[in-house]
Nanobody
């Protein structure tokens, strides 16, 4: 079992930055693929980025060059650094974990956090 708790969301102006954190409890954190997804009102949950220690990093095209996913296995934490934020980035951001390889498909992730709201004003 893995429990995930996100933090770091908030209100920011367009062009600004935020860093989301996801703290994981449980053992073998380094063995998990960790991912970030976002869900805007009325839309489906969308893949943002994922990382596995042996499989590199996978990012959605819409965030390449702006968002960076990283992890600190010693702290059981995964981060999402979000730069040059746009109003269309406004969503609830969820952290997720899977024992599988990096994937952009939400249904392959077994564990989810409660989400953190990111709002970008124009």
């Amino acid at each position: 079992q893995v429990q995930l708790v996100e933090s770091g969301g908030g209100l920011v102006q367009a062009g600004g930055s935020l860093r989301l954190s996801c703290a994981a409890s449980g053992q073998s954190f380094s063995s998990y693929t960790m991912g970030w997804f976002c869900q805007a009102p009325g839309k489906e949950r969308e893949f943002v980025a994922a990382t596995m220690w042996s499989d590199g990093v996978l990012c959605a095209d819409s965030v390449k060059g702006r968002f960076t996913i990283s992890r600190d296995n010693a702290k059981n934490t995964v981060y999402l650094q979000m730069n040059n934020l746009r109003p269309e980035d406004t969503a609830v951001y969820y952290c997720a974990a899977t024992m599988g390889r990096t994937s952009r498909y939400a249904q392959l992730y077994e564990y989810w956090g409660q989400g953190t709201q990111v709002t970008v004003s124009s």
